[in-house]
């Protein structure tokens, strides 16, 4: 699943997220737009275990802020 996670004023610890992703996902990615304040995940977790796991590292993040983005998958590598 894909997420966009909207931090309008302070970027994240990308390290501890990473971390606590890659726990979750070893195949998680992650990137942070500092301009933008957009965090994008790619990872195989629900929106409900995402926000878990990103308030385990970020106490101020609450689930309203995650936003699941529809499927691009085409199918065709099986997957």
Known sequence: MQYDI???TRSPDLAA???????AD???????????GLLRVSANLSAFELGE?????????????????PSTCCGGCGG
Do not use: E, N, W, Y
């Open 17 to 23: 997220l990473r971390a606590a992703l890659g726990q």
């Open 53 to 69: 796991l990103l308030a385990s590292t970020d106490p101020r993040l609450v689930p309203a802020q995650i936003m699941q983005l």
């Open 6 to 8: 909207h931090l309008a």
């Open 26 to 36: 070893p195949a998680a990615m992650t990137d942070f737009d500092a301009g933008t």
